[in-house]
């Protein structure tokens, strides 16, 4: 079998590396990739917005199945573009993957399917907007309704920055089209989960959810990043979430056929865990980064991955499965200098060797004229460290991204903190009594 991944980040290093752990004579592409994709893939240098490109070499090559990581390539149409040339492609629609891109439409489909999500206004103008945020009160958020790259969520503590932040995207044309058209909405308040499902449309296969950790800094402080770590396997994802979350994505993708678009692919739910119950901050249309590069060393599913997403792209059943965790994972990003507002490029990075617990996913890396590895990203790489416990994934992810060496590298030490003190609550309950 031949397959396609198309993207060049760490979310595919870590697809790739799972498809070909899977497989090992699985016969793999990547486009672009990056220098840690071509140690297990052909690697061809076609940019992933070059649709026509991407076309032909899935026909040229006779690919059995392309996957699309990122989201711009569904936003503007690749799985459209495939499946009218008949050619097997795992993703969305680009109407479909309008639940990702707009999140006003987002918005409007939630309300209409009964999906738990924040109360919401949308609005163009700065008046509306501004009073919008006073209805709610602060602490609000205000979103940038299109692509920002993760980063057009302001969450305002007070009603001064929140007229700020609707200045900035109605006026100031900080997130340009994105920003446009702002949604004003209500904070929640909890812990937030990341759900992926795999789908046809119809049938899904959910997968264990795990926690990102947005913020750039330890103890979740600093600027909104596009993630700087993950981990699961998260306590708070119980069986009862899991039927709250299998609701959700029941009712969402109901919602999608009913109006024409039927989502096949991955559906990621972004949820708040709320005393009120599992509410949707948001849905992507594609895996998440960098929760696939903790996910993929630790998933269990049967069938398998590949043939779970093969049949969704080709219309097939899906068999009523879920996926597992065999162990915890816990994955820690490691940013370039000046990350996340201007990442330096260019440093040379010297890797640690891994070890039998330790897989690194490379991102922001690139080969110089001289062969060697130097950063070329903001997220140059994540350390995904598999224990039996979060406790030990915890030390080895960090033992690992400390010895990655490159100029101006920097990283959280604190991924999986909240399942940490978890633990160490009860383990305390535990040896007090
Ligand atoms: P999004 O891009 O919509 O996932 O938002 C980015 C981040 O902003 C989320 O992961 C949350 O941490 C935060 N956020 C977004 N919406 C809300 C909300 N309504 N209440 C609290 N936090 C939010
Ligand atoms: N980690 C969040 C995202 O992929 O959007």
Sequence with gaps: MRVLIVGG???????????????????????????????????????????????????????????????????????DRFRAAGLPVFGPT??????????????????????????????????????????????????????????????????????????????????????????????????????????????????????????????????????????????????DVEAEVSRIVRRTLDALHAQGRPFTGLLYAGLMLTSDGAKVVEFNCRFGDPETQALMPVLDVDPPLLALMSAAARDEPLPRTAGRTSGACITTVVAAAGYPEAPRTGDPITLPDTTSETVIFQAGTARDAAGRLVTAGGRVLAVSAVAPTIADAHRASLRAAERVRFAGSHHRSDIGWRELARHASVDAGAAGD
Excluded at 10 to 39: M, Q, S, V
Excluded at 167 to 177: I, K
């Design 9 to 79: 980040g760490g979310r595919e290093h870590a697809l790739a590396w799972k498809l070909r752990r899977d497989d090992p004579t699985l016969e793999l592409i990547a486009a672009p990739g990056n220098p840690g994709i071509a140690e297990l893939a052909e690697c061809v240098p076609i940019a992933v917005g070059d649709l026509a490109a991407l076309e032909q070499l899935a026909r040229e090559r006779t690919v059995d199945l392309t996957v699309v990581g990122p989201e711009a390539p569904l936003a503007a149409g690749i799985v």
């Design 94 to 239: 680009r109407a479909a993957a309008e639940i990702e891109t707009s999140k006003a439409f987002a918005k409007h489909l939630m309300v209409e399917a009964g999906v738990p999500t924040a109360r919401a206004e949308i609005h163009t103008r700065v008046a509306d907007a501004r009073a919008a945020a006073r209805r709610f009160g602060a602490p609000v958020v205000v979103k940038a309704s299109g692509l920002a790259a993760g980063k057009g969520v302001i969450v305002c503590r007070s009603l001064d920055e929140a007229d700020r932040a609707i200045n900035d995207m109605l006026e100031g044309n900080r997130f340009g089209a994105a920003g446009a058209e702002v949604v004003v909405e209500e904070f929640m308040e909890g812990e937030e989960l990341s759900v992926f499902a795999i789908t046809n449309g119809t049938d899904f296969v959910l997968l264990p959810g795990l926690q990102d950790h947005k913020r750039l800094l330890d103890g979740d402080r600093g600027p909104n990043t596009g993630g700087m770590g993950a981990y699961l396997p998260v306590g708070l994802a119980t069986a």
